[in-house]
């Protein structure tokens, strides 16, 4: 409903694939640590298994050193977040290829081992750690009572799930006035009956690849586009129809809107899309 003083931001970075959490150093100074002890916390590490947790902004932040710091800014302290490996080769054959990493039945590239005849498995252990630091970040951030000194506005906010279950990696979040109006103003400029936005397409890819791998097949399940008529933004990625969409009746003049997901169930979906979040606000403060 208003614009805000920006009091964090996600980026993303092409070059070796990462997200970059900037966090502005008034909400620093005036956020509480969270302690080991503190519910949320003791809940992952139970969960998950967990060996560490650091719940300051003065070196790293999260679960198992996910979060690194990596320098301030004159506004803001900026955290790095690898991309993982989540699909690993065993050294073994692929059982369901048999070796060949040709899929016989339907005629393709073997999905299970990406064509290659090895056998793999998923380790999700460290997009856990990732998404579960996210979690306790943007719980910590979902209020803000005291308003920042930054002369940036904030573009959107995130919040997200962390579990084993479906629907395990869910996320959603607000996209802010300022962004919204950003984006009528792509749509406006598109030539079709929607406005396809590539950055964050690649940005999805890219994180996507670096976990899992990228079929051919699968790089056409990756879409990010705002409709001509009713300027939604709808973002997806592989998975039963994976992807971001806005909430009820979507955007509104002079107001910014919610944004929820649909069947994002594990944490590399999670980080997948919030690839794509955090090309398209960079996208926006590049241009805004």
């Known amino acids: 409903m208003d614009n805000i003083p920006c009091w964090y931001e996600l980026s993303w970075q092409k070059k070796e694939p990462a997200l970059v959490l900037r966090v502005h150093k008034d909400f620093v100074r005036n956020t509480k640590i969270v302690s080991n002890d503190a519910p949320i916390v003791n809940q992952f590490k139970e969960e998950f298994g967990f060996k560490d947790f650091i719940g300051n902004f003065n070196g790293n932040f999260g679960f198992d050193k996910t979060f690194i710091r990596r320098g301030e800014t004159e506004e803001f302290v900026e955290f790095l977040v690898t991309i993982p490996?989540?699909?690993?080769?065993?050294?073994?054959?692929?059982?369901?290829?048999?070796?060949?990493?040709?899929?016989?039945?339907?005629?393709?590239?073997?999905?299970?081992?990406?064509?290659?005849g090895k056998e793999c498995i998923y380790d999700y252990q460290s997009a856990y750690a990732i998404s579960a630091s996210f979690n306790v970040f943007f719980v910590l951030s979902y209020h803000l009572e005291i308003e920042t000194s930054s002369t940036f506005l904030q573009f959107l906010t995130v919040r997200v799930t962390t579990g084993r279950d479906w629907h395990g990696g869910s996320l959603g979040g607000m996209y802010s006035i300022l962004l919204c109006n950003w984006m009528d103003s792509l749509m406006k400029k598109a030539a079709a009956n929607r406005a396809i936005i590539p950055e964050m397409i690649e940005a999805m890819q890219s994180a996507y690849q670096v976990m899992i791998g990228l079929t051919e097949y699968e790089k056409h399940d990756f879409r990010a586009s705002i409709d001509y008529e009713s300027g939604w933004l709808n973002v997806s990625c592989p998975g039963n129809a994976c992807g971001l969409n806005p909430?009820?009746?979507?955007?509104e003049e002079g107001k910014g809107y919610e944004f929820s997901c649909h069947n994002v169930d594990t944490p590399a979906q999670q980080i997948t899309l919030l690839a794509g979040l955090a090309a398209l606000h960079d996208m926006a403060r590049k241009e805004l």
Do not use: A, F, L
């Open 247 to 251: 909430v009820h009746m979507g955007p």
């Open 85 to 116: 490996q989540v699909k690993k080769e065993t050294g073994k054959k692929c059982s369901y290829c048999q070796g060949s990493g040709w899929d016989k039945r339907s005629d393709n590239e073997c999905i299970y081992c990406n064509g290659k």
